[in-house]
């Protein structure tokens, strides 16, 4: 893999800590890496390999007259670096709905708030940008880290699908948390 260099961070939106960046398809390689990562698929539900081509046609534009989905590279300013990606990847214009998902895939950066703060900045951008309604997180019942990031982020439960995925041999919860423009704005 190709040595990632700073000169191809273009900020979109900047934080303390991070700058979310567009997705950088020099990088593909690295999100493959992320995505067949066994620590991490297992809470992203990838059960098949995903190779380079996979990732990449899952990131490039689908050639629709309206964007339904989008998404940030999350690089993190100190270390100069990609550690994952962050966005909305289901978009519905007309009820003004969106779902986040995020992905911090080196695993060195987890439990340090990296996703927390990526999400409160894509959150900020839905809701003042894009004028959403209501952003949806979705995450199996399980993992505790996404949801504990949804909480400090200002979302709260919403649904819980019984049984929904099938994980290491069992059936598990699917928990949905919902955060409102409203809310959103008072905080």
């Known amino acids: 893999m190709s040595e990632v260099k700073e000169d191809k961070a273009f900020p979109f939106i900047e934080g303390e800590n991070v700058s979310l960046c567009p997705l950088n398809m020099d990088h593909i390689n690295l999100y493959a890496k992320w995505m067949n990562d066994p620590k991490i698929r297992k809470f992203e539900r990838n059960k098949f390999p995903q190779t380079v081509e996979d990732v990449k046609k899952s990131f490039?534009?689908?050639?629709?007259?309206?964007?339904?989905e989008l998404y940030f590279e999350i690089w993190h300013k100190n270390d100069k670096k990609p550690i994952?990606?962050?966005?909305?990847?289901?978009?519905?214009?007309?009820?003004?709905?969106?779902?986040?998902f995020f992905l911090i895939g080196d695993t060195n950066y987890w439990g340090q708030n990296i996703a927390t703060e990526a999400g409160?900045?894509?959150?900020?951008?839905?809701?003042?940008?894009?004028?959403?309604?209501?952003?949806?997180?979705?995450?199996?019942?399980?993992?505790?880290s996404s949801i504990r990031v949804a909480e400090?982020?200002?979302?709260?439960?919403?649904?819980?699908?019984?049984?929904?995925?099938?994980?290491?041999?069992?059936?598990?919860?699917?928990?949905?948390?919902?955060?409102?423009?409203?809310d959103w704005m008072k905080s």
């Open 60 to 68: 490039e534009s689908k050639n629709q007259d309206v964007k339904v």
């Open 152 to 182: 400090k982020i200002g979302f709260t439960h919403e649904i819980t699908l019984k049984k929904e995925v099938y994980i290491d041999g069992k059936h598990v919860d699917i928990v949905e948390y919902a955060l409102f423009k409203e």
């Open 120 to 144: 409160k900045l894509v959150v900020n951008y839905g809701f003042s940008e894009l004028n959403l309604h209501k952003i949806t997180a979705r995450t199996i019942s399980t993992n505790m």
């Open 84 to 100: 994952g990606y962050i966005g909305f990847p289901h978009i519905q214009w007309f009820i003004r709905n969106a779902f986040i």
